[in-house]
């Protein structure tokens, strides 16, 4: 089993639609999770951390749920510039020497 | 917001020649960088920690005699690949945290590396 799990996509959704990816990981010791976003050919760049309580930032929502080791990003009214491959990140231990580890990303195309 | 920067942005080389990257930090101090690699359609692979005034740290499987990193100083960070082979062509891209172990990673804007 892969540490961190995504479904690679595409998700192809129309404009203005909501959207969510799910992401699990496999080390119930995971302390940290952050959501990131990677444009083609680019570097990845952080959306943002996913907090136990669950965050929101303007349009997207993160959600933790430590029981069942999964992470979710939703993203309402959908803009075409959100087409990008969303990264699932995870930091195994607190202050573990940062070695995060990457999911294979979720492909999401916004059409119109 | 934090910002690290990385030269080149791409490179184009011959099998066999050496190819430096360098990364900066450029508003905040970084004792340890991180280089990871990322082949198409595949998930971000750590590589190694660079560590400010000491040897890097590698990844199993990785080759610390080929790919050569130094941190000489608090902002720079270098990974040279040597006698680079077409299977060395990938995305290599480093990174920093700008406030402390457990902020989130600030990435480089990575290089684009193929070897002909």
């Known amino acids: 089993r892969k540490e961190v799990e995504q479904d690679p996509g595409p998700f192809n959704v129309p404009e203005g639609a909501t959207v969510a990816f799910n992401c699990t990981y496999s080390n119930s010791a995971s302390q940290s999770f952050f959501w990131y976003r990677q444009d083609c050919r680019k570097e990845p760049k952080l959306l943002m951390s996913?907090?136990?309580s669950g965050n929101e930032d303007g349009r997207f929502t993160a959600q933790l749920n430590r029981a069942s080791q999964y992470i979710s990003l939703l993203i309402r009214d959908s803009k075409l510039s959100d087409s990008a491959t969303y990264l699932c990140v995870v930091r195994p231990f607190t202050g573990g020497g940062n070695k995060l580890t990457f999911g294979t990303g979720t492909q999401l195309k916004v059409e119109l | 917001g934090a910002v690290v920067s990385q030269h080149p942005s791409w490179v184009i080389c011959k099998s066999g020649t050496s190819v430096k990257i360098e990364c900066r930090s450029l508003d905040f101090q970084a004792t340890t960088m991180f280089w990871y690699r990322q082949f198409p359609k595949q998930s971000l692979m750590l590589m190694a920690t660079s560590n400010e005034g000491s040897k890097a740290t590698y990844e199993q499987g990785v080759e610390k005699d080929k790919f050569l990193i130094n941190h000489a100083s608090l902002t720079l960070s270098t990974l040279t690949v040597t006698s680079a082979h077409p299977e060395d062509s990938s995305f290599y891209i480093c990174s920093a945290n700008s406030q402390g172990p457990n902020s989130p990673l600030h990435f480089g804007n990575g290089t684009r590396l193929t070897v002909t």
């Open positions: 996913v907090y136990s």
